[in-house]
């Protein structure tokens, strides 16, 4: 099954009054790119969420995003130390009065903000994540990760679409050279005989003949059609039966480039440079496809 490596996936699980959501982004990447972020209540289990989300990414630039929000209402467990609070309250506003900013409202609030962002003055207590709780979030995350696969299936199945087409309309290409290629070994010959005739030295048309022969095998492409046939049915079998074929279908495709590019040099005929100019177009945007393959 080919996948693609962009996904999305997202799940929220209900639990004790907090509402859990996971969701998962991924782009194209060499190789796994993982980034978790989730509140620090949850730390302990970020290494078996990194573990079970390598068994389904496989590779890519990765997040994942947990967070929480309390359902519930019930009291804040914000606990605030007061005598600090008051020992920078009089520091501040007193620096504040010094410089000449007076005491008035708006520079209240702006002292109020700046002492309520100090760590050592506002302290939350963090509570036991219980067993079950720590269940219900990992049941999350396989949730997203099953619909990030999905999506990545999804999306798949659309990019191996197109490059099947495009796999497609190169071989048609390949084939529409043929006739250009039957014309054009007439037209050598023609314009090899041509030139001689123009320099009048006299020659020996056994002799010529044979040349004629040994220069035109040299632009002869039926190896190079052989050889593109063959890498666009192995393109695909591997698009049909494994798994993973991001990287393979690279170097296929890689492979079909040079037979291309070697039909283009022994071409010798306009005609059919314009085709191989149109079999590189698709080649091209090929390769760029693959790079989105798991």
Known sequence: MVKSMTGFGKAEITISGRKICVETRSLNGKQLDLSVKMPARYRQAEFEIRNRAAKVLGRGKCDIFVTVENTATKESALNINKELFRSYSAELMGLAAASGLGCGEHVQAQVLSSIM????????????????????LMQAVDEALARHDAFRQHEGEILIADLLHRVDLIQGYKQAVIPF????????????????????????ANRLEQEMIFYIEKLDITEEKVRLDKHCDYFRQVAAEEDGVGRKLGFVAQEMGREINTMGSKANDSEMQILVVKMKDELEKIKEQVLNIL
Do not use: F, W
């Open 117 to 136: 962002r100090i760590p050592e003055v506002v302290a939350t207590e963090v509570e036991a994540v219980s067993d079950e709780e720590l269940a219900v």
């Open 181 to 204: 290629e039957q014309r054009r070994t007439e037209v050598i010959k023609q314009r090899i005989v041509d030139h001689m005739n123009q320099c009048g030295v006299a020659y020996d």
